[in-house]
Structures are given as structure tokens and as C-alpha cells.
Nanobody
Framework: QVQLVESGGGLVQAGGSLRLSCAAS????????MGWFRQAPGKEREFVAH????????VYADSVKGRFTISRDSAKNTVYLQMNSLKPDDTAVYYC????????????WGQGTQVTVSS
């Protein structure tokens, strides 16, 4: 089992920045891929970014490329999402998720943290 706890959400003006954190605990293996997803009101949950735990390979959704940066601190079992140049369209509940290598489905999810960007 892996437990994930997000933090760092809040209210920010357009153009501002926020950093989300996701602390992992439980059976945390070095090979976990960690991802960030988001869900805006009335919309489907969408992929934002992911990072492989050991290799540090990253992938981003086109909508956040150049503005968001995913990183991880393996010693702290924590993944971060630095969000810059925020737009009102970034308003959503942001979720951290984890999956084992070789799997395409994320089996572990956090409770989510609200990010609201005002115009």
C-alpha cells in the first residue's frame, strides 16, 4: 500500500505561482512513477505531468509545458509540482497519483488539493 498526501493548494492571482507537494508513505519502492492530475468543475480528470522515481524522466501535458515543473526528492519520498504563470483555466482540484513501472494505470491516489486562480 502507498499513501499519498497533497498540500500547497490555495488561491492565487493570474500570473502567480504555487508549489504543490505530495508526500508518499507506506510501501514506497524506488521504481514508482509519480503523476499529477487535475479535475476542474464539470470536466473530466486530466493528466498534468509525471516523473519516474529513479530516472527522473518527465512528461507534461501540452497545456502546462513551459509553465509547470515536476520534481522529486527521493530521500523525502516527496514529489513537487511547481506551477508558474498560472491562468484561470488552471483552476482545479489537483491530485497526486502513483503507479508501478510497467503499468499504465495509477493505483494510488491522494485526496486532492484545491487550486484557484483568479483573473
Amino acid at each position: 500500500q502507498v499513501q499519498l498526501v497533497e498540500s500547497g493548494g490555495g488561491l492565487v492571482q493570474a500570473g502567480g505561482s504555487l508549489r504543490l507537494s505530495c508526500a508518499a508513505s507506506g510501501r514506497t519502492f524506488g521504481g514508482l512513477t509519480m503523476g499529477w492530475f487535475r479535475q476542474a468543475p464539470g470536466k473530466e480528470r486530466e493528466f498534468v505531468a509525471h516523473i519516474t522515481w529513479n530516472g527522473g524522466s518527465t512528461v507534461y501535458a501540452d497545456s502546462v509545458k513551459g509553465r509547470f515543473t515536476i520534481s522529486r526528492d527521493s530521500a523525502k519520498n516527496t514529489v513537487y509540482l511547481q506551477m508558474n504563470s498560472l491562468k484561470p483555466d488552471d483552476t482545479a482540484v489537483y491530485y497526486c497519483a502513483a503507479r508501478y513501472p510497467g503499468l499504465t494505470t495509477y493505483g494510488y491516489w491522494g485526496q486532492g488539493t484545491q487550486v484557484t486562480v483568479s483573473s
